[in-house]
């Protein structure tokens, strides 16, 4: 392991902070050196430190820009692109002890410091008697702060929408330690350019984000739950677009034979192996509605050919299944190593991209078994390969920009919620045009002069 030894630089730094709070111990640092896309490249931080304060991150962000060095803004650590890798010679910010919390029943919201996990915020709205939504299949162990920072949405998005439809207002650290407030805790608010939507999703090169005011909604109804296998993936696509054609579920989620099966593997708990794909779908409506929409998806599944369909409103059996889908990204992974794609297409182009991913990992002699959030469009292939294995190391590689590729043929996105991070930046230009790379890197330079944050994220 490479040493990270504390210059004087770094010495008045820490003498500037409370104790403890720059690390420059090698073994503790060495531990923040890569996220969960496990770049092989990542480099050694300068130091890391984990503030709890804004002050605190002003602090940092003021020596950063003074000394020219670069800062790298990390969570949880759970970004499947990248986002979060470490730069030799960088400060790594982690806002992990960032936890601070408080609900609002008034107006509705939860103001919250980055560090708090999803499942946190979720729990304590709860305990108010109110709902945050978004939930990424990571809910348990990913951070508001990158939720925010790469726009997560999760499985009930297709009804509910995503982080940024949850953001009213938020405090973000700029380049030169300006700490500025953005928006506030109102529905409605007209006044000057949409600043905090533009740092929603910015993956931390704008600013460092150190508070968030949450919308939040009154409790979600209890859900009924409709599972049913199909023969191949083309029928389940076809089950997809009869749903969505009549009405927009609370949840709509796909999983192939391959992803059924890593999880049957890992949960018994008695899914059907022999089926070609799954679907879970889910209706909250209340009173005769909620009847009305189980008897729609129902009938979709049915029509298009699913051996057996499973019906309950039984909370229970409901949160199984939605817990095995959850389950599919992890189950996978003790199968090998993985490469994992977040791209979306509209609707209709669904059944065409799932059957071009499997054009391309027969072209390329590797398994990818996709998994998606199928109400909104969104998938998740997973490119599986043995690390040991050089040449299939390199199929791999290519298969996942003949995914993207593909996708952006299709008018879809390269990253639906997970974001462009460094293992995609290479086709951002392909999907939003050379104008847009312009416009994007004019406002980089604006807010980020001498392009300290988050460096080869994005850009």
């Not at 108010?128 to 939720?147: H, M, R, T, V």
């Not at 009213?168 to 109102?186: I, S, Y």
Request: glycine share 10%; proline share 6%.
């Amino acid at each position: 392991m490479t040493h990270v030894t504390a210059t004087p630089t770094v010495t008045a730094l820490a003498s500037s902070l409370p104790p403890g709070m720059v690390v420059t111990d090698p073994d503790i640092v060495g531990g923040y050196r890569q996220d969960r896309a496990f770049d092989p490249q990542a480099g050694t931080p300068l130091a890391l430190i984990r503030p709890h304060t804004t002050d605190q991150v002003q602090t940092v962000v003021r020596w950063c820009a003074t000394h020219r060095v670069p800062v790298i803004t990390r969570g949880a650590g759970t970004s499947l692109s990248g986002g979060s890798t470490a730069v030799d010679g960088a400060v790594m910010i982690c806002t992990e002890k960032m936890r601070e919390l408080r609900i609002d029943t008034a107006t509705r919201t939860a103001v919250v410091q980055p560090g708090l996990f999803n499942s946190e915020v979720k729990a304590a709205a709860a305990a108010a008697g109110l709902w945050y939504p978004p939930d990424p299949s990571s809910f348990e162990i990913c951070s508001i702060g990158g939720n925010v920072a790469t726009n997560a949405g999760g499985l009930c998005c297709v009804k509910y929408g995503v982080t940024t439809d949850y953001v009213l207002a938020l405090e973000v650290v700029l380049a030169d330690g300006r700490a500025v407030a953005l928006g506030g805790n109102r529905l409605k608010d007209s006044a000057g350019l949409s600043l905090t939507k533009l740092f929603v999703g910015s993956e931390g090169v704008l600013g460092i984000i150190t508070e968030v005011t949450l919308r939040l909604l009154p409790p979600q109804p209890p859900a009924a739950t409709v599972v049913a296998g199909f023969a191949d993936v083309d029928a389940a696509c076809a089950a997809v677009l009869a749903v969505t054609a009549e009405m927009r579920p609370a949840m709509l989620e796909f999983m192939d034979g391959v992803a059924i099966n890593a999880v049957e593997d890992h949960l018994r708990m008695g899914l059907d192996r022999t089926a070609g794909a799954m679907l879970v779908a889910q209706s909250d409506a209340v009173g005769p509605a909620a009847a009305a929409e189980v008897e729609i998806i129902t009938r979709a599944f049915t029509a298009h050919g699913a051996a057996e369909v499973f019906a309950t409103d039984d909370a229970a059996e409901g949160e199984a299944f939605t817990a095995a889908r959850r389950m599919a990204i992890p189950a996978l992974e003790r199968t090998g190593s993985l490469l994992l794609e977040d791209v979306g297409v509209p609707l209709p182009a669904l059944p065409t991209l799932i059957d071009g991913i499997a054009a391309i990992a027969d072209r390329q002699r590797v398994t990818i078994s996709v998994i998606a959030h199928a109400g909104d469009g969104n998938t998740h292939p997973l490119i599986v390969f043995d690390p040991e294995d050089a040449d299939e190391h390199q199929r791999a590689e290519v298969a996942f920009g003949a995914v993207m590729d593909l996708a952006i043929g299709l008018g879809g996105t390269i990253t639906g919620e997970h974001g462009v991070g460094r293992l995609k930046k290479a086709w951002l230009p392909d999907q939003v045009g050379p104008d847009v790379m312009e416009l994007t890197a004019v406002i980089k330079n604006a807010l980020d002069p001498d392009g300290l944050f988050n460096p080869g994220v994005m850009l």
